[in-house]
């Protein structure tokens, strides 16, 4: 059987739109299914949030040529964009380029081999892809890009990898990472006592926030639970540290527990949350108890296989990014700004014609960013349209620094400048934590640093 069904991708965020537009380029038929009711949902959920790299890393090459075509004039590139304005200037323009190959509220949530489960081999590659819909339409397609990303599926609370014990039962008090501490979300911070469970950027991204909220606003009450007993990687190197942002960003944190402004809880492992009498919620591990009305989870993101369950795929057992991957991601060795350049030939799974790209492909990865996923995508759909060597041809020039998966900092909302691994280069600053942090997403973390102009090399987003 000779498949000629379109190629489907899953997710109307930045890689999936710019899978898309490499896909228009190369001539190829397409559909883009996005779950949520516009372009970029995710994002959407988090558009308060500044991304520590300008625009000139932000735009993917064949998004940026069929916006031009369009008669689109690209932003100041060397301004900071919020998520907002990452949907509202570029995502949105190029989803509307591409509106007839966009589908809205398509959730998808199986996919397969039409006649073919995971078992059955005879004839499997000449199959096409089925797709099943939560509203039970099915969709195939010659090949599947796999661009969901990670946001819908935070890790659980519990220290043990599967949800605390009674997690389930008080989740109307446990926010997503990344809430809008002085927009939407305040009047559940104000007054209030909150603990923000987590180590990484997320993390202190919101306890910034909230310090700043709390110095203002009369009992606001901060706690930050963590698992291990140093914070050194939080907190960075100080003076000592290469990049001096990284310094700075954790010297400010440190000085916000230090003050006593942010409580700082160690050695937190959550087995249990329970309600108390008078309706707050009560995290418990082994004799230590912390009381609070909200908690905040920032502890990072995982990917959903189980849709893709009946498709063969070769996963790294620790994590479940393709086993190839894997050891060029490995956050024990890798940073963001170390990460190889990989592209198809890292992706593929012994289930020919899906892959995985974004966040998704990094598994449990806290190192991708928005360049990786670009070249991914391209990497892709040149394989897809048989041009091999330029599937091959992966380029990466990405700087060799921690900034994107443990550094912090934070810069000044007058700022104009910024960056991370992925800008200008990074310096100190003594300015007090202010609203609209500049930030940079990183597998679901962030950074947050201030810059001044260099030639350094750019790569996040």
């Known amino acids: 059987m000779i498949v000629t069904e379109p190629v489907v991708v899953i997710g109307a965020g930045p890689v999936g739109l710019a899978a898309a537009a490499h896909l228009a380029e190369r001539g190829l038929e397409f559909l883009v299914l996005e779950s949520g009711p516009g372009v970029a949902a995710a ?18 090459e064949a998004a940026r040529r069929l916006l031009e075509d369009s008669g689109w004039i690209a932003p100041d590139l060397d301004e900071l964009p919020t998520g907002g304005d990452l949907i509202d200037e570029y995502l949105a323009p190029l989803a509307k380029t591409l509106a007839d190959r966009i589908r809205y509220g398509a959730q998808v949530i199986a996919v397969t081999r039409v006649g073919y489960d995971r078992v059955r081999t005879a004839g499997r590659e000449s199959a096409p892809f089925l797709l ?39 989740a109307d008090a446990i926010a997503h990472a990344l809430p809008d501490v002085f927009g939407r979300d305040r009047d559940r911070f104000v007054g209030r006592r909150t603990a923000v469970v987590g180590a990484g950027h997320s993390a202190a991204t919101t306890l910034l926030e909230l310090g700043e909220l709390a110095e203002h606003e009369p009992g606001t009450e901060v706690v930050w639970v963590v698992r291990g007993t140093d914070q050194a990687r939080t907190y960075g190197g100080g003076d000592g540290d290469e990049l001096p942002a990284r310094g700075a960003l954790g010297a400010r944190l440190k000085a916000l527990v230090q003050s006593g402004r942010v409580e700082l809880v160690s050695s937190f492992r959550t087995e249990s949350l329970t309600r108390t009498a008078d309706g707050r919620v009560e995290l418990a591990a082994g004799d230590q108890r912390v009381v609070v009305d909200t908690v905040v989870n920032s502890t990072g993101f995982r990917p959903d296989h189980d849709m893709v369950g009946e498709l063969r795929l070769d996963l790294d057992p620790i994590l479940g990014s393709t086993r190839a991957l894997a050891p060029l991601i490995d956050p024990n060795q890798h940073s963001c700004g170390t990460v190889p350049p990989h592209g198809v ?35 892709v759909v040149a394989a897809l349209a048989g041009d091999w060597e330029a599937a091959r041809d992966v380029q990466l020039n990405l700087p060799e620094t921690g900034v994107c998966s443990s550094n912090l900092a934070y810069g000044d909302s007058t700022d104009e400048a910024g960056g991370g691994c992925c800008g200008p280069a990074p310096v100190s600053i003594e300015a007090p934590v202010s609203r609209g942090l500049a930030t940079g997403i990183s597998g679901g973390l962030l950074t947050v640093v201030e810059a001044k102009p260099s030639t350094q090399a750019g790569c996040c987003g």
Do not use: C, M
């Open 43 to 60: 994002i959407d959920e988090w558009r308060h949030v500044k991304l520590f790299s300008p625009w000139r890393y932000d735009i993917d």
């Open 132 to 170: 099943r819909l939560a509203d039970g339409e099915e969709v195939l397609a010659s090949a599947v890009i796999d661009a969901a990303g990670t946001w819908r599926r935070p890790n659980v609370l519990g220290a043990s990898g599967i949800p605390a014990r009674g997690e389930d039962e008080t």
């Open 345 to 379: 030939d890292e992706l593929a799974h012994p289930e020919p014609g899906y892959y995985a790209v974004g966040a998704k492909s990094y598994g449990r990865a806290p190192t991708f960013l928005l360049a990786t996923g670009y070249e991914q995508a391209r990497s």
